[in-house]
């Protein structure tokens, strides 16, 4: 049987949710497809699928430059 990953900072999740949870709200607000998303952010220089997109919103875990391109992005959509 496979071990499970051990969090490597757990002080970090609640962050991490907030951090999901306002990403989502914000795409919600817009009403944006993730493949519209990820188009934008290609159309930014910076290479995603959708498939990854929902992948980082999902885990909540990405760099604080690629959540501030995400926001921008939305925001400019």
């Known amino acids: ?13 609640p962050y991490e949710e907030s951090v999901r949870r306002e990403l989502r709200v914000l795409i919600a607000e817009k009403n944006l497809a993730q493949k519209t998303i990820a188009h934008a952010l290609g159309q930014a220089g910076i290479r995603e699928t959708a498939k990854g997109l929902s992948a980082k919103l999902n885990a909540g875990t990405f760099s604080a430059a690629y ?8 925001k400019a959509l």
């Open 1 to 13: 049987m496979p071990r499970q990953k051990e969090e490597e900072s757990p002080g970090l999740r």
């Open 67 to 74: 959540y501030l391109a995400i926001k921008d992005v939305i």
